[in-house]
């Protein structure tokens, strides 16, 4: 009788750690002019929260597309900023993982 419910305390207590895992979340800060590398459309939004398997509104490009791929495979749900470049070196030593 312990042993079974020492089994049941040990896998609630195992489900719970693995429910505590937080999402993975990178802060990306990038210019929008870059072609072809990265690029905008008139529908882009400036702050986009990017989930797994999904992708930018009215961002593309080559490195966008390489970058999204990459982060996703891990994981990562990709906060997007569009900044100047001007703010980029601010932004690079604040508040952007990449």
Known sequence: ???KFF???LILLLISTL????EKIITVATLKDYAPFCMVDEKYKIN???PVGCNAIGFKGYSWDVLRESLHEMGYTIHLWFIRLTR???YEDQKASI
């Open 1 to 3: 009788m312990n042993s």
């Open 7 to 9: 089994l049941i305390i």
């Open 19 to 22: 429910a505590y895992a937080g």
């Open 48 to 50: 986009q929260i990017i």
């Open 88 to 90: 980029t070196f601010f």
